[in-house]
Every structure is written in C-alpha cells, then in structure tokens.
C-alpha cells in the first residue's frame, strides 16, 4: 500500500519561515514527479509548486514564486517545500502528491497518490 506522509506545518508569524517534508512508501511506489498542493477554507484545492525527477525540472504557482522552493530526492521519495515570507493568505492545508505519469501537469487530477495533508497557519 502507498503512502505519503507530510510533516513539518504548524503556526507561524507573517514573513517567518517553515519547511515541509514528505515521504512515500510503500513497495509498488514511483513516480515521475511529486508536488505540494494546499486547500484553503472554502476554497478549492490549487497547486502550490512541483518538482519533475526527469530533469529536475520545478514548477510554481505564481502565488509563491521567489518566495517558496520545492526540493527533493526521487531515490529516497521524499519531496521538501521550504516556504519563505509567509503571508496570511498562505494559511491553508497542504498536500503532497505524486504523479505516475510522464511530463509535469499542474492538476490535483493529474496526481495518483496524495497525503493526509499538514496545516498551515500564518498569523497576521
């Protein structure tokens, strides 16, 4: 069975810093690409950033870029998400994703596994 694990939200001031973690296991698992994703209250799930293994090539929503870095290490299956000058509008439940097939779709419908999710606070 696979599973993903994100760790690492919590509550933060405005402009500070956090760092996301997420793991895959489990014995049938690859994938081609991983991102983060984040859900909002009484929003729709959107895409935050993602990271193709062929190439290494990085995507961003437009949202976070210069501001957050996604990272990782496709033999260990772990993606990291270190987000910088958080802004309340970040607050939000994150999610990890994996992605099977080739190319890097930023779509949560485009993604075969995804986590549990971690929370995200930015007080103001």
């Known amino acids: 069975q696979v599973q993903l694990v994100e760790s690492g939200g919590g509550l933060v001031q405005a402009g500070n810093s956090l760092r996301l973690s997420c793991t895959a296991s489990g014995r049938t698992f690859s994938s081609n690409a991983m991102g983060w994703f984040r859900q909002a209250p009484g929003k729709e799930r959107e895409f935050v950033a993602g990271?193709?293994?062929?190439?290494?090539?990085?995507y961003y929503a437009h949202s976070v870029k210069g501001r957050f870095t996604i990272s990782g290490d496709n033999a260990k299956n772990t993606v990291y998400l270190q987000m910088n000058s958080l802004k309340f509008e970040d607050t939000a439940v994150y999610y990890c994703a994996a992605r099977v097939g080739f190319g890097y779709i930023m779509s949560a419908s485009a993604h075969k596994y995804w986590g549990q999710g971690t929370q995200v606070t930015v007080s103001s």
């Open positions: 990271i193709s293994w062929i190439g290494g090539y990085t």
